[in-house]
């Protein structure tokens, strides 16, 4: 009698995770060739490791290793600074400052200073729609009157507008210009997620020479902030499938579908849904938005 088989659809979930594990000895190499014995040592891995996971659905399979070595980098330079930190203030027993001290003070203007110039770094365009939805909330719908667009194509230009906003203030509040002509399309990719333009912009291959990019990569791939234009449902069981039909046909109502159009989408990603709850037992749906065909 033979064996069960294991389910494709099993292993295909399981890929980025065997894709992180597989990095563990490079890890360990770029971390022990840092703090050699360290207590911290295995922990540093492992904080490497999952960050790195964390971050597989916004980067191209590609860049996993060149971003490995990257944050391993990175996760080992933050140590020392910590380290160096506590040193420096361990004669501090109590912390008396007031929660508006000077310093909160010269933070905050910092802050106000850092988004006001990377506003300014936005074309007139780009900083009016941006405006225009986020601070006196008017929706895709109004603003593709406006421009006589789409709804699709004014949530994708947003999206964009918003990647190159998050690359411009960490460039701003961290005081640093990026030392090569390549470094903003690359900042700018791993700000989107987009995995197609990181394979075109050379993202791994740069992060590798880059130490600007490099620090800068983590706080960009870390973010946590789902785009506009895309929807992420993590699919286990039932209820997962009510919400994610729920939340396609919130975002497809967007594109101003009737609603014989919106419940046939509705539908749809109700079945596929209900095939991966059946067949893979867990997954993720993903729905983009786009603004011309692919």
């Not at 791994?204 to 620090?215: S, T």
């Not at 800068?216 to 069981?237: F, V």
């Amino acid at each position: 009698m033979g064996g069960a088989e294991s389910d494709p659809d099993d292993r295909s979930a399981d890929a980025p995770a065997q894709a992180v594990a597989d990095l563990i000895p490079i890890v360990r190499r770029v971390v022990g060739g840092r703090v050699g014995a360290h207590p911290a040592a295995e922990d540093l891995v492992q904080e490497t490791l999952a960050r790195v996971l964390a971050a597989t659905a916004r980067i191209e399979p590609g860049m996993l290793e060149p971003y490995a070595i990257v944050t391993a980098r990175n996760v080992v330079a933050s140590m020392w600074r910590d380290e160096d930190r506590k040193r420096r203030n361990q004669h501090r027993v109590v912390d008396l400052s007031e929660p508006e001290s000077p310093e909160a003070r010269l933070v905050l203007d910092e802050e106000q200073g850092a988004m006001a110039q990377a506003l300014g770094r936005l074309t007139e365009r780009e900083r009016r729609t941006l405006l225009a939805h986020e601070v006196a909330g008017k929706d895709t719908r109004a603003l593709a009157k406006e421009v006589g667009s789409t709804a699709g194509a004014v949530a994708a230009q947003l999206n964009r507008t918003r990647a190159r906003l998050r690359v411009e203030y960490l460039l701003a509040a961290r005081k640093v210009e990026p030392p090569t002509d390549r470094c903003r399309p690359v900042l700018i990719a791993l700000s989107r997620a987009d995995q197609r333009r990181q394979r075109e912009v050379g993202a791994a291959q740069h992060l590798l020479e880059c130490e600007v990019c490099a620090e800068l990569s983590e706080p960009l791939l870390e973010r946590g902030q789902q785009r506009d234009d895309t929807l992420r449902i993590a699919i286990t069981g039932d209820p997962d499938i009510v919400a994610a039909r729920t939340a396609a046909r919130s975002l497809a109502s967007t594109l101003a579908f009737g609603p014989t159009d919106l419940t046939v989408i509705a539908t749809a990603v109700s079945e596929v849904c209900r095939n991966i709850v059946r067949f893979a037992r867990s997954g993720e749906l993903v729905i983009e938005l786009l603004a011309e065909p692919r």
